[in-house]
């Protein structure tokens, strides 16, 4: 079957691409790019005026929950929130229960996903075994079962020479190294951020130190090995500096941010919803200023959702005992767009951030419209506004904070290798 979609205005950073142009797709594969008019005939035509074209989103930090926790989620239902996303290709996180630290839950999570998921799943790995942030794993085996990355996250690497062996594999093995930066000792107890309004509140407090020593450390040892790190969840202007300063060094450091670190502060905490609890917590208006000027400055390479759904029993509770993490897949796209409708980036660079860029530090060999390449794309309406409405997210994780927040920019059709989902 050949499908033209035609009329849109096709971005691709990954070609330097910002036009009309005419996408043919025949079977799984993008056949074909026209100019304007000059489409050859088709079985199915897409008409996309008014919409933009990309390239289908890349999420470098998805938790799928499966195996272990499918209450939360599954490989089925978190991929169809990712296509409602505009996402194409997730990597999930290793800390699902078994934890990710064996061929075995490799192989289940490659096989699930192929048999239910909805789009591109990509296995990450634990560094330690049972992410005891001890034992290094068996890198080579899970690398050769599919794993395109490794990370202990939810926990960091407490060794630190632990972390100097597999930043030095990760040479070797050519994946990178997602460091989730938190200091358990000085985190300890916490469930917001430690300022003014933790002590208002009465709430223990997680000092934005808990992230940044670990960040120096890493960018430490990333020095010492050349090795690919790669910063999780960046929180704090105080990382976004080490990371800056990194990056000028030539350190081959990369790192993302998410979503609610540039649209929330702690101040929202005041309301005790327990959706607005995760980890690391959501900072001051000074980090937001600086995790944003960091995104414009290109200190921060990614924006990553963090998906890390929940049941609601998990949430219901006070806000000292409830699970931390926010349901992001299907919100990630709109509130990144609010950058871009703020002046803070372009389209194009936004783009770069939610697609290129993580598809080229995973080598997923995604995040591109050229010929050839798999067809999985995102048509969206960046004129289109919304209503955040969580009881019709695909997700089962309904603990979004952005519940009612009046958004732009919807996904009208998301395309996962040639398969073609309409949304409205
Ligand atoms: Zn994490």
Redesign the pocket.
């Known amino acids: 079957m050949r499908v033209l979609i035609k009329n849109g205005r096709v971005i691709d950073p990954s070609q330097d691409l910002d036009d009309r142009k005419e996408i043919l797709i025949e079977g799984a594969k993008i056949k074909g790019l026209y100019p304007k008019g000059k489409g050859p005939k088709s079985d199915k035509v897409i008409d996309a005026s008014g919409y933009i074209v990309i390239p289908g989103l890349v999420d470098m930090h998805t938790h799928l929950r499966e195996p272990g926790f499918e209450y939360k989620e599954t490989i089925k239902t978190g991929t169809m929130a990712a296509l409602k996303g505009g996402f194409t290709s997730v990597c999930c996180m290793p800390n699902t229960n078994p934890i990710n630290d064996s061929i075995a839950v490799t192989e289940f999570v490659i096989e699930k996903a192929l048999k239910e998921g909805y789009c591109g799943v990509y296995p990450i790995g634990a560094i330690t075994k049972g992410q005891n942030g001890q034992e290094l794993n068996e890198l080579r085996t899970l690398r050769q079962a599919g794993c395109v990355a490794f990370s202990d996250?939810?926990k960091p690497v407490t060794n630190s020479l632990i972390m100097r062996r597999v930043l030095e594999y990760s040479k070797i093995f050519d994946v990178p190294i997602i460091s989730?930066c938190e200091d358990l000792k000085l985190s300890e107890g916490g469930v917001m951020n430690e300022g003014v309004v933790s002590t208002l509140l009465g709430l223990k407090g997680i000092p934005k130190a808990a992230e940044e020593v670990m960040v120096a450390r890493d960018i430490a040892l990333c020095e010492l090995t050349k090795g690919r790190l790669h910063i999780?969840?960046v929180s704090t202007e105080g990382s976004v500096k080490l990371i800056m300063d990194a990056k000028a060094r030539g350190i081959p450091v990369t790192a993302e941010t998410c979503p609610h670190y540039f649209s929330l502060t702690d101040e929202s905490v005041k309301s005790y919803s327990t959706n607005l609890k995760v980890?690391p917590p959501l900072r001051t208006e000074k980090d937001v200023e600086a995790i944003i000027q960091g995104i414009r400055d290109g200190t921060i390479d990614v924006i990553a959702t963090?998906h890390a759904p929940h049941h609601e029993d998990d949430k219901n509770m006070e806000f000292d005992t409830a699970a931390f993490g926010i349901s992001g897949l299907e919100t990630a796209f709109s509130l990144g767009f609010q950058l871009v409708e703020q002046g803070v980036l372009d389209l194009k660079h936004l783009i770069m951030k939610m697609c290129v860029t993580p598809s080229k530090i995973m080598k997923l060999n995604k995040g591109t419209l050229s010929v050839g390449a798999d067809a999985d794309i995102a048509v969206i309406n960046t004129e289109k506004k919304f209503v955040v409405d969580k009881s019709r997210f695909f997700s089962k994780g309904k603990n979004t904070p952005f519940q009612g927040w009046h958004l732009k920019g919807t996904v009208e059709k998301t395309i996962s290798m040639g398969k073609i989902r309409e949304w409205s």
């Open positions: 996250d939810g989730h999780a969840h980890n963090d």
